[in-house]
T-cell receptor
């Protein structure tokens, strides 16, 4: 069975601090895909990144970066110089090659205080 | 362009009543998904439609839940004889995936329908 664990239920930091959201996944498949989604207060899930299991290169997009480590089954997300607009619930998700459904973690509620 | 839209945005119903939730996917997206987000269960997959293929209903929690997709576009999720535990946000997503490689495409989500069963 597949499982995604986001151990941090809530994180609160002051604006401009860096913050890392942890994601640990479980699967026996060798081909799979990992995702991060952002859910702002409006409720709509916003796609941030998709990474396949064969690509362990770290990804950077502006203030966002992702660290994928198969050795520890982790796909962590770092926001550098956080801003109030980054406040949201962030979900890590997994799906398998050929599968349709996303398996989500429980989400991490991130609050950036001014 | 237009994203995934859902209606209504909020629905309050009495226990035992039937409800219908609507989803309009992104134009041209062949795959459509329903998920449910509740406090106790997080985000759960409900059902998946891909083109004209038979839907994957493996996530539907009971036979009170059903969904259809007409003309390969709009989808309706129906909950019969609603129960209080059905209260949740129902999210619809669509993607441009094809049947052979469904996981190769990211899913784009709508704003959800918040269902409250009293």
């Amino acid at each position: 069975a597949q499982k995604v664990t986001q151990a941090q239920t809530e994180i609160s930091v002051v604006e401009k601090e860096d913050v890392t959201l942890d994601c640990v996944y479980e699967t026996r498949d060798t081909t799979y895909y990992l995702f991060w989604y952002k859910q702002p207060p409006s409720g709509e899930l916003v796609f941030l990144i998709r990474r396949n299991s064969f690509d362990e290169q770290n990804e950077i997009s502006g203030r966002y970066s992702w660290n994928f480590q198969k050795s520890t089954s982790s796909f962590n997300f770092t926001i550098t110089a956080s801003q109030v607009v980054d406040s949201a619930v962030y979900f890590c998700a997994l799906n398998l090659q050929g599968a349709q459904k996303l398996v989500f973690g429980q989400g991490t509620r991130l609050t950036i205080n001014p | 362009g237009a994203g995934v839209s859902q209606s209504p945005s909020n629905k309050v119903t009495e226990k035992g009543k039937d409800v219908e939730l609507r989803c309009d996917p992104i134009s041209g997206h062949t795959a459509l998904y329903w998920y449910r987000q509740s406090l106790g269960q997080g985000l759960e997959f409900l059902i998946y439609f891909q083109g004209n293929s038979a839907p994957d209903k493996s996530g539907l929690p009971s036979d009170r839940f059903s969904a259809e997709r007409t003309g390969g576009s709009v989808s309706t999720l129906t909950i019969q004889r609603t129960q209080q535990e059905d209260s949740a946000v129902y999210l619809c997503a669509s993607s441009a995936s094809d049947r052979d490689r469904p996981s190769d495409y990211e899913q784009y989500f709508g704003p959800g329908t918040r269902l409250t069963v009293t």
